[in-house]
């Protein structure tokens, strides 16, 4: 069983650099079956997908953030981090990260989200 675990803090402020990490067990990061995700939901919101990483470390990215956006990861932590620049108020948001199996049309594991608020 993959377990996710999202960290990072709770508040920032405009302009700032948001910086999340997802601590993984159950599961490695650098190997098959999984691709892990970044995602989002705004108060009011619908979910919005934010990035993905590959077992092998490559990364690929929503075109609407991609300009903000950096995944990372750090193999012997088993964790992967989320950093999005230049925050707004708009990037106020419940984040998630999560596990998708190659080939799986959703997402197989989810972390339980973290709230960010973006304000002053």
């Known amino acids: 069983q993959v377990q996710l675990q999202e960290s990072g803090p709770g508040l920032v402020k405009p302009s700032q650099t948001l910086f999340l990490t997802c601590t993984v067990s159950g599961g490695s990061i650098t190997s098959t079956p999984y691709a892990w995700n970044w995602l989002r939901q705004p108060p009011g919101k619908g979910l919005e997908w934010m990035g993905v990483?590959?077992?092998?470390?490559?990364?690929y990215y929503s075109p609407s953030l991609k300009s903000r956006t950096s995944i990372s990861r750090d193999t012997p932590k088993n964790q992967f981090s989320l950093q999005l620049s230049s925050v707004t108020p708009e990037d106020t948001a419940v984040y998630h990260c999560a596990a998708q199996q190659v080939g799986a049309s959703g997402y197989n594991y989810w972390g339980r989200g973290t709230q960010v608020t973006v304000s002053s």
């Open positions: 990483l590959a077992y092998d470390g490559s990364t």
